[in-house]
């Protein structure tokens, strides 16, 4: 049974937060996040969920306790967004050096400054390196479902490392829309019991978490056993997307593809900005240009071999990036990536760089209608190419 | 409780390490040089000291050993050199000495104290 329900993004996560029912929630508000903590605390002060709910002072407390609960062996989740995200950052790093298998929607918001609530991918862009994975959603349906398959990917043997769920900030966290949930048991037998693969609460097993190795030489070993993980969570992904699929009916992979086969030009975009370059790809195609559209679901670990496979019969794709990394160079992270995964391709697209949609500026379907004709009549770019970017010559 | 086997822990591959760096055994501590950046060592007059146990109270670590309720010595595997020792001795029978001067003395096979 399936029930459906016209709720925003944040009342999605609440509802799959409610469902996995972790040991421990330590979360602070802020926004476009608050709703989730809002309606989850909710949840708690109304018994409808067990979790033990910490309310911290700030976004440093609540990774550090979401940390101190998880090395304890709890199934422990925090949630945040933006600036809360980059007060967490050196703790980001201690979760996943940690292996702790923590789950973490954020909803992606600018940083500042200037200051601004609205969606863009900075945030967790600036944590791509902190060895957390991270799954976008394009929609509401997807933060809920990429929030339970989460736990399973994280909680992995193989894994073991923690995980974001990305939903952009306003244009999915606020928006009401058509959401499917599952009933409560089989999403709890999917989700299925935590098994810490340590804890600092077993007197039988005594251990010692956070040790310092500063002088005696083994913390590259353990980075590089980390890097392993992350390649372990490219198949774990994909297996735990499928075996969604068989119990309600929603297939995951890494990327989802729409009229990519016969493509001559494609655009490559994660979030929500899927969803308006899906209504570009059709209207590109009623105007007779081929165009497609890979929506990529997993940006860490980042699909390397799959991307290549599905990307290089096309002669040109566009990556749609919805933020920038101020490297003077040529093109936004997302571009860097595929750029980097083709290098030593045999067969390669031209791959060229947009960035749109900053601090929530809106991205309309037309805008890559007019990228689509541009690149189908042949004029290639070189470097960044802004889309709604008030510009001098528009 | 076995003793965590850590033989050629210098030589082991990434693969080897417990996962996320995590001791498993409890108790270790006693095990670990901690005292290596020691820049000045105490030594202590035997014939001065009353045995009153003040140093031992006021170590902020376990560096001074007592046996039968005697202080016999220093741990100078974990003896930082902080001085609170001599510092507090009422009978002024502990003396901070320069920790490379020490060693060096060690090291020609002279009179070691400590």
Known sequence: MVRTAAVVGTDAVAEAMRQIEPDVVAAYPITPQTAIVETFSGMVADGKVSTEMVNVESEHSAMSATIGAAAGGSRAMTCTSSQGLALMWEMLYIASGLRLPIV??????????????????????????????????????????????????????????????????????????????????????????????????????????????????????????QEEAMKNAVQVVKEVGEEFGKKFGRTYGHFETHRLEDAEIAFLAMGSGAGTT????????????????????????????????????????????????????????????????????????????????????????????????????????????????????? | MSQWNIENINKWSWRKHPLAAIIPEAGNAANYRTGGWRTRRPIRDEDNCNQCLICFIFCPDTAVKVKEEKVVGFELKHCKGCGICAHECPKDAIEMVDEAEAESQEKEGGNARG
């Open chain 1, 104 to 225: 973490m929607p954020n909803v992606n918001r600018a940083l500042s400054a200037p200051i601004n609530i609205h969606c863009d991918h900075s945030d967790s862009m600036g944590a791509r390196d902190s060895g957390w994975i991270q799954l976008f959603s394009e929609n509401s349906q997807e933060a809920y479902e990429n929030t339970l398959q989460a736990v399973r990917i994280a909680e992995h043997p193989e894994v073991l490392t923690p995980a974001m769920v990305l939903l952009d900030g306003f244009i999915t966290s606020h928006t009401t829309e058509r959401v499917d949930f599952y009933e409560d048991n089989p999403v709890k037998e999917f989700v299925g019991n935590y098994q810490p693969h340590y804890t600092l609460l077993d007197p039988e097993k005594p251990i010692s978490v956070g040790n310092f190795d500063a002088l005696y030489g083994y913390f590259f070993e353990f980075k590089r056993s």
């Open chain 1, 278 to 394: 899906r209504t570009a790809v059709d209207e590109l195609r009623n105007q007779g240009i081929k165009a497609g559209l890979l929506k990529l679901r997993m940006f860490r670990p980042f699909p390397f071999q799959e991307l290549i496979q599905a990307l290089s019969h096309v002669p040109v794709v566009g990556v749609l990036d919805r933020s920038l990394t101020f490297s003077g160079g040529p093109g936004g992270p997302v571009w860097q990536e595929l750029r980097s995964a083709f290098f030593d391709a045999e067969s390669k697209p031209r791959i060229l760089s947009y960035v749109y949609g900053l601090g929530g500026r809106d991205f309309s379907p037309q805008l890559v209608v007019d990228a689509g004709r541009e690149l189908a009549e042949g004029n290639l770019h070189q470097g960044i190419r802004y889309l709604g970017l008030k510009e001098e010559d528009d």
